[in-house]
């Protein structure tokens, strides 16, 4: 009975140690994107540039897991794939390609976090396969969004859609309501 136990106090640590080293890999990279987010100094969309990154690592990994509907990546990944590495390139292709003034210190932090999966070489390569995937695709369904464009009211740039100010419609007409001619 006490071996029975040991074993099972073993296993779990084992689970645990496991399912700790790949949230590690996660929450390592956003670190290294809120660093890389504010060393560029584009604050104001950080929740931007966090969500594109958080997704892409999403669709990676479930690319080789498929347990939900993924976001932008439908592509199936072999299951064997290692799922740290898809987090570890998806989080470094997004970052990449919008701040490519970082690319040195990125691809420097991208193969020290390969070097510390314990994972066969080609499990690595096909999970790094998955997040460049993701990534790449992620960024092409982004493309023209109007992210970058200029409002035409506000002159700040960001989405056109949802920036103008619009009439307020009045749905109740009765005497002595003005709503009508107020805007928003």
Not at 99 to 121: E, H, M, R, W
Request: aromatic share 10%; glycine share 6%; with cysteine.
């Amino acid at each position: 009975m006490k071996r029975v136990r040991m074993w099972l106090v073993l296993l779990n640590m084992t689970i645990f140690v496991v399912a700790m080293q790949a949230q590690n890999v996660v929450t390592d990279w956003n670190t290294i994107a809120a660093n890389t987010i504010t060393q560029e100094g584009k604050i104001s969309d950080a929740f931007l540039y966090f969500a594109y990154t958080s997704i892409a690592v999403y669709d990676a990994t479930n690319s080789i897991h498929r347990s939900f509907r993924p976001f932008y990546f439908y592509g199936a990944t072999d299951r064997d794939a290692s799922d740290e590495a898809a987090a570890v390139s998806a989080a470094h292709a997004v970052l990449v390609n919008y701040f490519p003034d970082q690319k040195a210190a990125l691809d420097a932090q991208f193969v020290q976090s390969l070097k510390t999966i314990g994972a066969p070489s080609w499990a690595k390569r096909k999970g790094i396969e998955a997040g460049v995937a993701a990534a790449q695709t992620l960024i092409a369904e982004r493309m023209g969004d109007g992210r970058k464009q200029t409002s035409p009211t506000t002159g700040k740039r960001g989405p056109a859609i949802g920036n103008q100010r619009r009439p307020v419609i009045c749905l109740q007409r009765f005497p002595g309501c003005n709503s009508c001619a107020r805007s928003r």
